[in-house]
């Protein structure tokens, strides 16, 4: 099989591309060779002692030689093709990438802006719950002393009768029906903060109610 010239790559410049011809040429080539390859499958080396066993084993000596060859040769022309290509693809590539990085460098800018502002807001509003939860926790201690005061009895006094308690130890474990939400909690959260209420599962709104003014 003789070699076939080399085709045709970038010269002055100016980028030519691989002719139909030859990519014609090579799928014939890979045909034939397709062909040879079911030979080689087929070929038999004569057993060791049996007679023609060094000229079999010669002849698949001499054609894997000459397959390394041919591979050689077809790759020496593949690289003169990519080889320019490559050059031309590395220097587009590089007309690109001050855009490209700097477009990148710009969404990861806007990327952190973004998650800086919702971990301010994020603050803000832990800020004000704590400010919510600050203003009630006197009433609360307050209304904690009564009911404790009330509780007070004369030793006399004292009975035991049966009372029966319980203990949500593991409030996962609960089924959804017997859970309910702190309503009291959350109409204290949502009067301190009003529209700014940011309780996952629970929206807040102003709904007005009749008032009258002092005097009428």
């Known amino acids: 099989m003789k070699k076939k010239p080399a085709p045709p790559g970038i010269e002055s ?5 691989v002719t139909k011809d030859l990519s014609k040429d090579l ?7 397709s062909e040879a ?5 087929g070929y ?4 060791v002692g049996a007679p023609g066993h060094e000229e079999s084993l010669a002849f698949a000596e001499e054609s894997r030689q000459l397959t390394k060859e041919q591979w050689a040769e077809y790759e020496e022309q593949r690289t003169s093709v990519t080889g320019p290509l490559n050059g031309v693809l590395k220097t587009i590539n590089g007309w690109f990438r001050p855009v490209l990085t700097t477009l990148k460098a710009m969404e990861t800018a806007w990327n952190q802006k973004i998650v800086d502002a919702a971990t301010q807001a994020a603050a803000a509003q832990r800020a004000l719950i704590a400010e919510a939860r600050a203003t009630e926790a006197p009433a609360l201690l307050k209304e904690t002393l009564v009911e404790a005061s ?3 009895l004369r030793p006399s006094a004292v009975t ?9 130890y593991d409030p996962a474990a609960v089924p959804p029906e017997y859970l309910c939400p702190d309503l009291e909690k959350i109409g ?11 309780i996952p599962g629970v929206r807040a709104w102003n709904a007005p109610i009749v008032a009258s003014r002092p005097g009428q």
């Open 188 to 198: 204290k959260i949502v009067g301190a903060l009003k529209d700014k209420t940011a």
């Open 150 to 152: 009330a509780m007070v």
């Open 37 to 41: 390859l079911e030979l080689v499958r």
């Open 27 to 33: 799928e014939a080539q890979a045909g034939e060779l």
């Open 13 to 17: 410049g100016t980028l030519t591309l």
């Open 160 to 168: 035991l009768r049966d009372n029966w308690v319980f203990e949500v």
């Open 44 to 47: 038999r080396i004569e057993p």
